[in-house]
């Protein structure tokens, strides 16, 4: 430990010796830090010394604060070029460890390094060697810390020098590829709000080079600059370009990007597959190009809306939409990141495409929509919604596809009725399938969640209002399947839902198609609504008793959260917090609908949904009673005391509310009780018939018992004949008319209980199995068909004469 103590001592001392005024001490110096933190030992050392690590050495450097004094030496050689160039050499070998890249930090090196980044250097080192350090400080440091070091008038104008210097006077490919490093520093620059790259005109600078092979300019920069097709000269168009979209965040630049003409520049790329006349390069690079060009044109439109109107954006968005929709051959590379997933198709150029569309269309301005709908951009999108839906597989790119052109009809055509005529019966067709998801695939990743947000929004603004387009959904069961969705009991749709539903309920039809629903089991859309409200109420902590009825007669609707939540004092246009629950949950929505539908003669509800619709019924006056609470609450806060006749009034409004709970309580107890009386008569109903069962079975089997002993006993028999016979005659008319003739029914002798005639049918085994009555006589030989025990006549009978060989016909 005393060793490794001295070893950095002597190391710092190393370092403070960089102050001798000698530039011969102060590069020896700087070799022997270079050697010592590289350097092997040869063979020689280890026979002789003990052998010490290189992770040794490294530490002791870290130890010895060398980088930061060598750092902080810059300052004393800033007219010396040698010793600055061996001082930035040694901080690119010690660069590499991250504790002395956090030392380098401690002594600004970022802003000194970039600051020197243009002093004279005819060997180029100085600026190599620089750059070199701050990429390594970017990859072990912080790099906020770094940006904010660099985020000065200073540090921005050094990087615009030198990388201006490489573009117009770099030839080489080590020039090129330094160029570029030297663009992302700015880059990463650029993106920290309040980096001054417009004052020191390198916003400019940028536009200027972003923009010069699609626009012509006479910029003495760039006259006579050519863009070659190796890749430096490729990755640095794709970064200008990026470039571009990072300096569109600072506003101030929307001005220096209109002068420049960025949009024309970008609408170069807006065509189908062609090469550009000034960059030659292939056509896996042309495509990331494009994609890339179309992507950065998202950002540009919506700041730049006045170009896009000029340079008819929107007539060149839809050709190229058409283009993308067709059946052109076109191989597309995919190789870039823009590109992934659309490899062999056009998904990646009508993504990005609509990205600029939906960008433009969400302005909501009124010039450019009516632009758009004045070339039959609905119709249009409607065509490539379907193309998309059937031609694609479905992926996350489809799904990115279809959401954003739903999104896009939504914003054209709401509040618009004409526009939603343009919608038409088309559009019901296509969007209906949209709503039909398979529950499935909500959580699939791929976009099914979004995509049915987009499906019910586009609903709600291109079909609601138009009643031609209402009642044609209606007719397409488009009710019944709103409420399969809302069955699913998706959390995030529930609302929407709800919300459309309300909506659709202002036409006269919709009643009658959620009356007419039935979901699982026979559940109706009342049964359905009033599940919903309790799990809603649970969800939210409202408190009722076991049988659902209100627990707190004085806020009977008031939530968890809401009980939290301390009254303060707020001015009347401000919403309370009871005011701002009617939108955070679906309990005003299930309300409304249920008042369409009526309280009265719901199908398909049992006591408990009763219990819970009672509550339903005062939504609005127990909301309101909670508002004059949080008044009453408000007026305490502020400590203000009411005059008598106001305080009276007051007192009376919440006693009226809190007797409408106590209502609300009692007609739920009394539709209890009824419930209660209503399931024991069901009960009593049930043991009757139960009763009434096991009677008629005991006299069936006393019947049995009567019959069997009738059968078996011929005493029992005559008994029940001489009863019989009584009954029958105790039955008859005791008043003789004169010359009445009697004709006895019965006959003498039968001691039989049944009702006997002059004919007889005898139940015994049939005939099919034993012959009949004749299978034992000589008419038998006839082989005559008996059916029980009578003969039959038919046309004609072989029989076979088993003695004979011949046969003889018998008709």
């Known amino acids: 430990m005393f060793s490794l103590n001295l070893h950095v001592k002597f190391l710092n001392y190393l370092g ?67 010793e600055k160039l061996w001082i930035i050499k040694t901080l690119q070998h010690l660069s590499i460890s991250e504790a002395n890249c956090k030392l380098m930090m401690k002594a600004q090196a970022p802003r000194k390094l970039c600051s020197q980044l243009n002093d004279v250097d005819p060997t180029g080192q100085l600026l190599f060697r620089s750059s070199e350090i701050l990429w390594n400080l970017l990859e072990k440091t912080s790099k906020d810390e770094i940006l904010d070091q660099l985020n000065n ?30 663009l992302v520093i700015a880059t990463l620059v650029a993106q920290n709000p309040g980096t001054p790259m417009i004052e020191t005109g390198f916003a400019k600078q940028l536009i200027l080079f972003a923009t010069f092979t699609e626009v012509k300019s006479h910029n003495p920069l760039v006259k006579g600059l050519k863009l070659t097709y190796s890749y430096e000269d490729f990755e640095l168009k794709k970064l200008l370009l990026n470039m571009l979209t990072v300096l569109a965040k600072d506003l101030c630049t929307v001005q220096l990007l209109h002068e420049g003409k960025v949009i024309l520049a970008l609408f170069n790329y807006l065509k189908p597959n062609e090469k550009s006349g000034t960059v030659a390069m292939s056509a896996a690079q042309y495509e990331e190009l494009q994609l890339l060009a179309i992507a950065t044109l998202a950002t540009m439109a919506p700041l730049l809306v006045e170009d ?166 209606l007719e397409k069961e488009g009710i019944f399947t709103l409420l399969d969705l809302l069955m699913l009991n998706q959390k995030n749709v529930c609302n929407q839902i709800l ?56 806020k009977p609707l008031l939530g968890q959260f809401q009980k939290t939540q301390e009254v303060i004092p707020m001015p009347a246009s401000c919403p309370t917090i009871a005011v701002m629950d009617v939108a955070e949950n679906m309990r005003a929505k299930i309300y409304c609908i249920i008042c369409k539908l009526g309280f009265e003669n719901l199908p398909g509800l049992s006591a ?37 006749p106001d305080q009276e009034v007051l007192q009376v ?100 209980t049944i009702t006997s005639g002059r004919l007889v049918t005898v139940e015994s085994t049939p005939s099919e199995l034993t012959g009949g009555p004749l299978a034992d006589t000589d008419l038998a030989l006839k082989k005559l068909p008996i059916r029980g025990g009578a003969l039959r006549r038919i046309k004609e009978v072989k029989v076979i004469d088993s003695f004979k060989k011949g046969s003889v016909p018998v008709k």
């Not at 002791?60 to 010396?80: P, W």
């Not at 038409?424 to 039909?436: A, H, Q, R």
């Not at 209502?663 to 109903?685: G, I, N």
């Open 16 to 82: 403070c010796l960089m102050r001798v005024p000698c530039s011969q001490v102060r590069i020896q110096i700087c070799k022997c830090v270079i050697s010592f933190y590289h350097a092997e030992r040869s063979k020689k050392e280890f026979e002789v010394y003990q052998p010490v690590s290189a992770n040794y050495k490294k530490h002791m450097v870290e130890l010895g604060g060398l980088a930061e004094t060598l750092v902080l030496s810059l300052t004393l050689v800033e007219n010396q070029l040698s």
């Open 153 to 182: 008038l200073e540090c921005v104008h050094a990087l615009k020098e030198a990388f201006t210097h490489l573009l117009l006077h770099g030839s080489r490919h080590y020039d090129r590829q330094l160029r570029n490093d030297i």
């Open 308 to 473: 896009y109107i000029m340079n008819q954006g929107n007539t060149r968005l839809l050709m190229f939409l058409e283009w993308c929709s067709s059946n052109d051959p076109f191989f597309a590379q995919g190789n870039s990141f823009h590109g992934t997933g659309g490899r062999g198709t056009k998904l990646s150029q009508m993504r990005y495409s609509l990205r600029v569309l939906y960008s433009v269309v969400s302005l909501c301005d009124d010039a450019v929509n009516l632009d758009l709908c004045d070339h039959g951009a609905i119709h249009q999108l409607l065509g490539i919604l379907k193309t998309a839906t059937s031609k694609y597989k479905e992926g996350a790119i489809v799904m990115e596809i279809q959401t954003d052109i739903l999104l896009i009809l939504s914003t054209l055509c709401e509040n618009d009725v004409h526009r939603k005529e343009l919608f038409g019966w088309e559009g019901v067709d296509t969007l209906i399938p949209f709503l039909k998801m398979d529950a499935k695939k909500f959580y699939s990743g791929l976009g099914h969640n979004r995509l049915l947000f987009s499906a019910l929004d586009c609903l709600w603004c291109c079909i609601m209002g138009c009643l031609i387009l209402e009642d044609y959904f």
């Open 499 to 554: 919300g459309i539903l309300v909506e659709f309920c202002d036409n006269s039809k919709t009643v009658c198609h959620i009356n007419t629903w039935r979901g699982k089991k026979g559940q109706t859309a009342a049964n359905l609504l009033i599940h919903l409200w309790r799990q809603e109420e649970e969800d939210m902590g409202v408190r009722h008793d076991k049988v659902g009825r209100i627990a707190d007669t004085k």
């Open 608 to 644: 408990k949904d009763f219990v819970t619709l009672a509550i339903i019924r005062r939504y609005l006056d127990f909301k309101v009673g909670e508002v004059w609470s949080e008044m009453c609450a408000e007026l305490e806060k502020e400590n203000f005391r009411l005059v008598t």
């Open 653 to 752: 409004i919440t006693d009226a509310f809190e007797n409408v709970g106590r209502m609300v309580v009692s007609l739920q107890t009394e539709m209890l009780e009824s419930q209660k009386y209503q399931e024991l008569q069901e009960e009593e109903k049930c043991y009757a018939k139960i009763n009434s069962l096991h009677k008629q079975r005991e006299m069936v089997s006393k019947s049995w018992e009567n019959f069997l002993s009738r059968t078996s006993n011929y005493e029992a028999l005559k008994r029940a004949k001489r009863l019989q016979e009584k009954s029958i005659e105790m039955s008859r008319s005791k008043v003789k008319q004169y010359n009445a003739t009697f004709h006895p029914t019965d006959i003498k002798g039968l001691n039989t």
